[in-house]
């Protein structure tokens, strides 16, 4: 498997240089379900590249992509969970905070996983029990207290029900910690935990595809990932996320 995760590594760069490489003057947009969730054409490129690369490294896995994907995921086999650029919004912006994240789940668990930011190269990586790493640089989370660490946390302008819930929240952190971020990456906002650049994340209904590869690398830097009830983050279905180190303190929207 550690010829895999390099080959997989590969594939990912190699896709990270196709978005960097776009011509912008021609980018088609397309709206999916809900306000401002939207998907591109290469959003679409980008999954089938990957969807075929990875089935050639691993030809007895199953694929899931963010992308009209019809694979229904189980708990038995092998799964690539998939999403082929994470931050379609700062993609159509040129804002530059995107990311690929592709995760192997075999039997129900992560084992492994990548998040690539091709803007400033660098690739995040984690296998089950080995550690994660940037750039092959070991991650470890901080150990900073919520009041001298920053929170990241996402929410989607589609979620039209979780807006208020999610801004009081982030006002909560707000007023505890240095300082509060919104990136609109899901996955890098978990490499942020990872890398000790940030000390908590929280969204209240993410997908899959958006954490399973950033919460393998987060437990794997060291710190703890689950949903907002501190119940094991599902695989089948959207949940909401919430990744830390081990020594910020959780808030509620009352603070």
């Given at each position: ?205 993410l997908s899959p595809w958006d954490y399973a590869a950033g919460g393998l690398i987060v437990r794997e830097a060291g710190g703890l990932v689950s949903d907002m009830d501190g119940n ?24």
């Amino acid at each position: 498997m550690k010829n895999d995760l390099e080959l997989i590594c590969n594939l990912v760069r190699e896709c990270g240089k196709f978005i960097k490489g776009i011509d912008r003057g021609h980018l088609h947009i397309d709206s999916k379900e809900g306000r401002a969730n939207f998907v591109t054409e290469y959003d679409k490129q980008v999954q089938e590249r990957l969807r075929t690369g990875l089935l050639e490294i691993m030809p007895d896995a199953h694929f899931v992509g963010e992308e009209g994907s019809t694979q229904k995921f189980s708990p038995v086999g092998k799964f690539f969970i998939v999403d082929p650029i994470d931050g379609t919004t700062n993609f159509i912006k040129d804002f530059h905070i995107s990311s690929i994240s592709v995760a192997l789940v075999v039997d129900g668990e992560a084992e492994l996983g990548v998040i690539y930011n091709p803007y400033t190269d660098e690739m995040f990586t984690a296998r089950r029990g080995e550690g994660a790493f940037c750039n092959d640089k070991r991650l470890h989370v901080s150990s900073e207290p919520l009041e001298n660490g920053i929170v990241v946390f996402g929410t989607a302008p589609y979620h039209e029900e979780l807006k208020e819930k999610t801004f009081k929240l982030a006002y909560a952190y707000f007023k505890k910690a240095m300082d509060v971020r919104r990136c609109g990456s899901a996955a890098l906002d978990l490499c942020s935990v990872a890398a000790g650049r940030a000390e908590l994340f929280f969204e209240l209904i993410l997908s899959p595809w958006d954490y399973a590869a950033g919460g393998l690398i987060v437990r794997e830097a060291g710190g703890l990932v689950s949903d907002m009830d501190g119940n094991e983050l599902a695989l089948d279905r959207p949940c909401s996320v919430l990744a830390r180190n081990r020594v910020a303190q959780v808030l509620t929207c009352e603070g």
